[in-house]
């Protein structure tokens, strides 16, 4: 506001203007590296036609045995829940609020009483629908020596050792961290203040004093006391 308000701002070059300041004052690194640290969280896209529990799990006899599952967690829930007499979802008596409110800091002490309460399901119940896991795609001869392998069948892609080499090779490394390397000349990473960069310096290894800030860079986190502040707000 105080640089539009300045006669040597024009608006035709207000965005060329924006942008050499951002050089110059480090704020496009920041802006770049809150960026890719929101890429490198938010999911791969999806199709666009696609279903949300198609987008969950892809595979249809999967969701099947999903919802199979959860009708049965649900039973045993609901059953539960008549014997004893206790609603799922209630609003609260006014009441029964007033009370809460002048106990909230004593929750944690105040412990209600829960052997009446049984466990929705036995583990080996859920062991029993994963051992039941067939892919009707998947023709399985029993007597094979993959069948004999495991009580879980189910078929899913793995990659096979070249292709974990392949895919891990950045951990191959050449030369070992042991921590003793702490003035081996490092590219300037930190300098640039670049989240990116800082990830595939630290791929191939990187000296235990510069650990901490090249971390920080990369969760694109800071100890600046406004972040502090922010943080302590919460």
């Given at each position: 506001q105080r640089c539009l308000l300045s006669p040597d701002i024009k608006l035709e070059t207000l965005k060329e203007d924006i942008r050499d300041f951002l050089k110059s004052s480090g704020w496009e690194k920041k802006l770049q590296n809150a960026v890719y640290r929101e890429l490198t969280v938010l999911p791969a896209p999806c199709h666009p036609a696609a279903p949300a529990e198609h987008i969950k799990e892809p595979l249809a006899y999967m969701r099947r045995a999903q919802a199979s599952w959860e009708k049965r967690v649900l039973k045993s829930l609901n059953s539960m829940c008549?014997?004893?007499n206790i609603p799922l979802a209630r609003k609260?008596?006014?009441?029964?609020?007033?009370?809460?409110?002048?106990?909230?800091?004593?929750m944690g002490t105040d412990e209600p009483d829960l052997n009446l309460f049984r466990p929705v399901y036995a583990p080996k119940d859920f062991l029993e629908v994963l051992i039941n896991l067939r892919n009707p795609?998947?023709?399985?001869?029993?007597?094979?020596f993959r069948a004999q392998l495991g009580l879980i069948q189910v078929p899913l892609k793995t990659k096979d050792i070249p292709e974990l080499r392949e895919f891990f090779g950045e951990l191959n490394l050449n030369t070992g961290q042991l921590g003793v390397d702490d003035s081996t000349p490092v590219p300037p990473v930190l300098e640039e203040h670049d989240s990116a960069a800082a990830q595939q310096y630290v791929r191939q290894g990187c000296s235990t004093a510069l650990r901490a800030e090249l971390w920080a860079l990369i969760l694109n986190i800071s100890d600046q006391p406004e972040v502090r502040k922010k943080a302590s707000s919460l």
């Amino acid at each position: 506001q105080r640089c539009l308000l300045s006669p040597d701002i024009k608006l035709e070059t207000l965005k060329e203007d924006i942008r050499d300041f951002l050089k110059s004052s480090g704020w496009e690194k920041k802006l770049q590296n809150a960026v890719y640290r929101e890429l490198t969280v938010l999911p791969a896209p999806c199709h666009p036609a696609a279903p949300a529990e198609h987008i969950k799990e892809p595979l249809a006899y999967m969701r099947r045995a999903q919802a199979s599952w959860e009708k049965r967690v649900l039973k045993s829930l609901n059953s539960m829940c008549t014997e004893l007499n206790i609603p799922l979802a209630r609003k609260r008596p006014v009441e029964e609020q007033k009370e809460l409110l002048n106990k909230w800091n004593e929750m944690g002490t105040d412990e209600p009483d829960l052997n009446l309460f049984r466990p929705v399901y036995a583990p080996k119940d859920f062991l029993e629908v994963l051992i039941n896991l067939r892919n009707p795609n998947y023709d399985t001869d029993q007597t094979s020596f993959r069948a004999q392998l495991g009580l879980i069948q189910v078929p899913l892609k793995t990659k096979d050792i070249p292709e974990l080499r392949e895919f891990f090779g950045e951990l191959n490394l050449n030369t070992g961290q042991l921590g003793v390397d702490d003035s081996t000349p490092v590219p300037p990473v930190l300098e640039e203040h670049d989240s990116a960069a800082a990830q595939q310096y630290v791929r191939q290894g990187c000296s235990t004093a510069l650990r901490a800030e090249l971390w920080a860079l990369i969760l694109n986190i800071s100890d600046q006391p406004e972040v502090r502040k922010k943080a302590s707000s919460l």
